[in-house]
Nanobody, 121 residues
C-alpha cells in the first residue's frame, strides 16, 4: 500500500509564504508525475501544479510566477513553495502522485489527506 503524507499548511497573511511537502511511502517501484491540487471553500478541486519524472513542470495560470513545484526523488517527496499568497489561495491543498508498486504493475493514482492553507487579508 502507498501513503502520501502532506505537511506545511497553516495560516498566513496576504503577501506571505508557505512551503508544502508531501512524502510518499510504502510499496513504491517508481513515481511518475506528482502534483498539487486545491479545493477552495464551496468550489471544486482544481489543479495547481504538477511535475513529471523528467522534472517538466506545469502550472495553473492563477499561480504562475508565485508558486514553484519541485521534487526530491531520493526522498519520494514533492514540494510546493507558495509566495505572494492571496486570500483567494485559501483552500485545502491535496498532494497527488502516480505510482507503480512493482515493475510489472500499472500505475495507480494516489491522494494525500489534504492540508489547510488559509490566507488572511
Amino acid at each position: 500500500q502507498v501513503q502520501l503524507v502532506e505537511s506545511g499548511g497553516g495560516l498566513v497573511q496576504a503577501g506571505g509564504s508557505l512551503r508544502l511537502s508531501c512524502a510518499a511511502s510504502g510499496s513504491i517501484f517508481s513515481i511518475n508525475a506528482m502534483g498539487w491540487f486545491r479545493q477552495p471553500p464551496g468550489k471544486q478541486r482544481e489543479l495547481v501544479a504538477y511535475i513529471t519524472s523528467g522534472d517538466n513542470t506545469n502550472y495553473a495560470d492563477f499561480v504562475k510566477g508565485r508558486f514553484t513545484i519541485s521534487r526530491d526523488n531520493a526522498k519520494n517527496t514533492v514540494y510546493l513553495q507558495m509566495n505572494s499568497l492571496k486570500p483567494e489561495d485559501t483552500a485545502v491543498y491535496y498532494c497527488n502522485a502516480v505510482i507503480k508498486g512493482s515493475r510489472s504493475s500499472t500505475p495507480n493514482n494516489y491522494w494525500g489527506q489534504g492540508t489547510q492553507v488559509t490566507v488572511s487579508s
